[in-house]
């Protein structure tokens, strides 16, 4: 069975302690259109999401 791969993961940041601690929590898919579909699996609780680009691993 053949497994699309994500565009994107989509990750949270927190700062603890003055580091950066980074959370998955979902993926991120283009469209034909050119638009991004982004499926989460958890929510995040802060204002900041970012989508860094798939290494397709």
Do not use: H, Q
Not at 8 to 31: E, L, M, P, Q
């Amino acid at each position: 069975m053949s497994e699309v791969k994500p565009d994107f993961v989509v990750r949270v940041v927190k700062d603890v302690g003055g580091k950066d601690r980074w959370t998955d929590v979902g993926v991120a898919y283009r469209n034909a259109r050119g638009s991004i579909t982004v499926y989460l699996s958890a929510l995040p609780l802060n204002d900041k999401m970012l989508l860094i680009p798939s290494k397709g691993e």
